[in-house]
């Protein structure tokens, strides 16, 4: 069972300025997104690491702190792509990071924002749109901290504030038209984590896709939770519960635009000799477990881990960023996963969808 990680507030800054003298306080965590860690492994608490730059990288006096959404390091997901950025800039820029994870609930998001300002980290970097109401007043409140959030755009009124976006419809778009492709049901389906208008951009795109390539393909859509509940982002059992009904109603393939709720959708998938696409991460890569690898048809790739390195290359350059960047099929921000091979017949097809996408011919909606 996970387990849920212990809160920190702003009173331990004494612990944290021990932890980076150590350089070596790591507590046990479930794996990076290319890890083979058991899906219910978890960090045993929010602070999963602080850690120095190896020795043969550039010397950096720049700490990184990182706040993680509900799952933490090792959702081999959403989390784990962020994850990933931050690694790279640990080997290549010779940062020094600190890893927040809130606990189950999500309670204690603006506690770890506040702690790491509190703490000198700076840049930090808020991972996920539900940072926003928080943020907005512990940017105020901490004027010489840049903030990086993912997700959002609302706070571009805020100078110290910069956001970091992303079409997720477009990547979606290609994996319905995948789905449509490969189903031979004519059945598909799509299981949101958290009813929200960032989830419902991914619904959007993959109906969008989908109709595209078969105008009466059949689609189900469903979500785990709905606001303020995010525990749809990491309940693999309810992920799992509910694509068994979509499966059992005649879906033969779901895309699943959950979190850590996914790998529910993919030992579901597994069970009924069907299939299913991840999201954010290359999931066959990450989900380290060849039984599912065999059910992942592709991933829609959400590239937050080039988001998070572009941010803190040119956070430690000092060069201007932009209050707000997007990601999208045009500089490969999103796109989909050809892991596997299951999609490589396909690929043509998908490709000629892409360049009408960024030639504009094609228009993806961001709204079901």
Same mark, same amino acid.
């Given at each position: 069972?996970?387990?849920?990680?212990?809160?920190?507030?702003?009173?331990?800054?004494?612990?944290?300025?021990?932890?980076?003298?150590?350089?070596?306080?790591?507590?046990?965590?479930?794996?990076?997104?290319?890890?083979?860690?058991?899906?219910?492994?978890? #960090?045993?608490?929010?602070?999963?690491s602080?850690?120095?730059?190896?020795?043969?990288?550039?010397?950096?006096?720049?700490?990184?702190g990182?706040?993680?959404?509900?799952?933490?390091?090792g959702?081999?997901?959403?989390?784990?792509?962020?994850a990933?950025?931050? *690694?790279k800039?640990?080997?290549?820029?010779?940062?020094?990071?600190?890893?927040?994870?809130p606990?189950?609930?999500?309670?204690?998001?603006?506690?770890?924002?506040?702690?790491?300002?509190?703490? *000198?980290?700076?840049?930090?970097?808020?991972?996920?749109?539900?940072?926003?109401?928080?943020?907005?007043?512990?940017?105020a409140?901490? #004027?010489?901290?840049?903030?990086?959030?993912?997700?959002?755009?609302?706070?571009?009124?805020?100078?110290?504030?910069?956001?970091?976006?992303?079409?997720?419809?477009?990547?979606?778009?290609?994996?319905?038209?995948?789905?449509?492709?490969?189903?031979?049901?004519?059945n598909?389906?799509?299981i949101?984590? =958290?009813?929200?208008?960032?989830?419902?951009?991914?619904?959007a795109?993959?109906?969008?896709?989908?109709?595209?390539?078969?105008?009466?393909?059949?689609?189900?859509?469903?979500?785990?939770?709905?606001?303020?509940?995010?525990?749809?982002?990491? *309940?693999?059992?309810?992920?799992?519960?509910?694509?068994?009904?979509?499966? *059992?109603?005649?879906?033969?393939?779901?895309?699943?635009?959950?979190?850590?709720?996914?790998t529910? @959708?993919?030992?579901?998938?597994?069970?009924?000799g069907?299939?299913?696409?991840? =999201?954010?991460?290359?999931?066959?890569?990450?989900?380290?477990?060849?039984?599912?690898?065999? @059910?992942?048809?592709?991933?829609?790739?959400?590239?937050?881990?080039?988001?998070?390195?572009?941010?803190?290359?040119?956070?430690?350059?000092?060069?201007?960023?932009?209050?707000?960047?997007?990601?999208?099929?045009?500089?490969?921000?999103?796109?989909?996963?050809?892991?596997?091979?299951?999609?490589?017949?396909?690929?043509?097809?998908?490709?000629?969808?892409?360049?009408?996408?960024?030639?504009?011919?094609?228009?993806?909606?961001s709204?079901?």
């Amino acid at each position: 069972m996970r387990r849920t990680p212990q809160r920190r507030t702003g009173r331990s800054r004494l612990g944290l300025t021990a932890a980076l003298a150590l350089g070596a306080l790591t507590l046990a965590a479930c794996g990076s997104s290319g890890g083979s860690a058991s899906p219910s492994a978890a #960090p045993t608490s929010s602070e999963s690491s602080a850690s120095a730059a190896p020795s043969d990288t550039p010397a950096s006096d720049i700490k990184v702190g990182l706040a993680y959404d509900v799952g933490g390091r090792g959702d081999r997901s959403f989390n784990d792509a962020a994850a990933e950025g931050l *690694d790279k800039a640990k080997t290549e820029l010779g940062v020094s990071a600190l890893e927040l994870s809130p606990n189950a609930s999500g309670s204690d998001r603006g506690d770890n924002l506040r702690s790491l300002a509190e703490d *000198d980290y700076n840049p930090v970097i808020a991972v996920g749109f539900a940072y926003a109401e928080s943020l907005k007043a512990i940017a105020a409140d901490f #004027p010489d901290t840049t903030f990086f959030i993912v997700d959002d755009s609302s706070l571009q009124d805020l100078p110290n504030v910069k956001s970091l976006v992303f079409a997720e419809e477009q990547g979606s778009f290609l994996v319905g038209a995948a789905a449509a492709l490969t189903s031979t049901s004519g059945n598909v389906g799509f299981i949101g984590g =958290v009813q929200t208008p960032l989830i419902e951009k991914f619904e959007a795109g993959y109906v969008a896709g989908a109709k595209q390539v078969k105008p009466n393909i059949k689609i189900e859509t469903a979500y785990l939770s709905q606001v303020p509940d995010f525990s749809g982002f990491g *309940d693999p059992a309810k992920g799992k519960e509910t694509a068994n009904g979509m499966y *059992d109603g005649g879906a033969d393939i779901i895309f699943a635009a959950a979190g850590g709720s996914g790998t529910g @959708v993919f030992q579901a998938a597994k069970a009924k000799g069907a299939l299913a696409i991840g =999201v954010d991460s290359d999931q066959y890569e990450s989900i380290g477990d060849p039984e599912l690898q065999s @059910v992942i048809l592709t991933s829609m790739l959400k590239r937050v881990d080039v988001a998070v390195f572009d941010a803190l290359e040119k956070f430690s350059k000092g060069e201007e960023i932009d209050p707000v960047t997007t990601y999208d099929l045009s500089n490969d921000g999103v796109t989909y996963a050809t892991s596997g091979g299951f999609v490589d017949d396909i690929s043509g097809q998908l490709d000629e969808l892409k360049q009408m996408i960024i030639d504009g011919k094609i228009m993806v909606p961001s709204a079901p």
